[in-house]
């Protein structure tokens, strides 16, 4: 089990420069990762010149975005996705733009909750990252001892339906599975788990989409085997990874820690080139 194919990078809301997150990976044995930034590819781009070498792990590009659904999180994956793609990068950029809207309206939200932050302090935080997100905002809150990790803070203000929480720009999941799929890419399930609603879950699964992350740190072994299951049911490719953002307590605390079977990997890759 040496592969992990869900990692977040500083070019989203990642501690860890890709360059870094790949410096690490190949420390501790991975054969295979995926970069899958929220909203993103500006960490994949600036991995383009490294040139692979025998033995270094092996990079799959990707992308994780959130879709617009009133009561629920449901995040979709796209593997193998083309960076250059046009529409692909129209969207990106729509979405980057709401982002820092969505940002400036949470901190003035946060302000009127009795938590003041300054929005500047918030850029400076995100740093190089293109998908300002709720981590960073939380980062603000941490260092003016408002809570004692970002966990609290999200599950305090800025979860879904908490008092600062505000909704950014996002494509259906049906429009996010044809996005991916026009961009060459495989569409896949996000840890279906934190959707909370498997009929939702089934829905998508109907919308087209080509797999399932059926291994996530915070799935359960029951969620694991219901998950396994339903995939290969209706015929899915299994995938699975830590999630990994290097974010102080929050498990996985080093990347290695969480892993995946070596023939989920084999399956993803045998599926893109079977891709018409």
Same mark, same amino acid.
């Given at each position: 089990?040496?592969?992990?194919?869900?990692?977040?990078?500083?070019?989203?809301?990642g501690?860890?420069? %890709?360059? =870094?997150?790949? &410096?690490?990976?190949?420390?501790?044995?991975?054969t295979?990762?995926a970069?899958?930034?929220?909203d993103?590819?500006?960490?994949?781009l600036?991995?383009?010149?490294?040139?692979?070498v025998?033995g270094?792990?092996?990079?799959?590009p990707? +992308? =994780?975005?959130?879709?617009?659904l009133?009561?629920? $999180?449901?995040?979709?994956l796209g593997y193998f +996705?083309? &960076?250059?793609?046009?529409?692909?990068? !129209?969207?990106?950029?729509?979405?980057?733009?709401?982002r820092q =809207?969505?940002?400036?309206?949470?901190v003035h939200k946060?302000?009127?909750l009795?938590? %003041?932050?300054?929005?500047q302090?918030v !850029?400076?935080?995100?740093?190089?990252?293109t998908?300002?997100?709720?981590?960073?905002?939380a980062a603000?809150?941490? $260092? /003016?001892?408002y809570?004692r990790?970002?966990? =609290?803070?999200? &599950?305090?203000?800025l979860?879904?339906? /908490?008092?600062?929480?505000? %909704?950014?720009?996002k @494509?259906?999941?049906?429009?996010?599975?044809?996005?991916?799929?026009?961009?060459?890419?495989?569409?896949?399930l996000a840890?279906?788990g934190?959707?909370?609603?498997?009929?939702?879950?089934?829905?998508?699964?109907?919308?087209?989409?080509?797999?399932? $992350?059926?291994?996530?740190? !915070?799935h359960?072994?029951?969620?694991i085997?219901?998950?396994q299951? #339903?995939?290969?049911?209706?015929?899915?490719? @299994?995938t699975?990874?830590?999630?990994?953002?290097?974010?102080?307590? !929050?498990?996985?605390?080093? #990347?290695?820690?969480y892993t995946?079977p070596? $023939?989920?990997?084999?399956?993803?890759?045998?599926?893109?080139?079977e891709?018409?």
């Amino acid at each position: 089990m040496t592969a992990d194919l869900h990692i977040h990078t500083n070019a989203s809301d990642g501690l860890f420069s %890709p360059q =870094e997150i790949l &410096t690490k990976a190949c420390a501790v044995g991975l054969t295979h990762i995926a970069i899958t930034d929220h909203d993103t590819v500006d960490g994949l781009l600036s991995l383009q010149n490294n040139t692979p070498v025998p033995g270094q792990t092996a990079v799959i590009p990707g +992308i =994780e975005f959130a879709t617009d659904l009133p009561q629920y $999180e449901v995040h979709i994956l796209g593997y193998f +996705i083309d &960076t250059a793609h046009s529409e692909l990068n !129209r969207q990106i950029k729509i979405i980057a733009a709401n982002r820092q =809207e969505r940002a400036e309206l949470m901190v003035h939200k946060l302000k009127k909750l009795g938590y %003041p932050v300054n929005y500047q302090r918030v !850029r400076e935080i995100a740093g190089k990252a293109t998908a300002i997100g709720r981590p960073h905002v939380a980062a603000a809150l941490l $260092e /003016k001892g408002y809570f004692r990790n970002i966990s =609290e803070v999200f &599950t305090t203000l800025l979860e879904k339906n /908490k008092p600062a929480y505000i %909704p950014h720009y996002k @494509l259906s999941p049906q429009d996010t599975i044809a996005l991916i799929k026009s961009a060459d890419g495989i569409p896949v399930l996000a840890h279906p788990g934190l959707v909370n609603n498997d009929e939702l879950v089934l829905e998508i699964i109907e919308s087209g989409i080509q797999g399932i $992350e059926v291994y996530h740190p !915070r799935h359960s072994a029951e969620q694991i085997s219901r998950y396994q299951a #339903l995939a290969e049911e209706h015929g899915l490719l @299994l995938t699975g990874g830590s999630d990994f953002h290097g974010i102080a307590g !929050r498990f996985p605390s080093q #990347l290695g820690e969480y892993t995946i079977p070596d $023939e989920l990997v084999s399956r993803l890759l045998q599926s893109r080139h079977e891709q018409p």
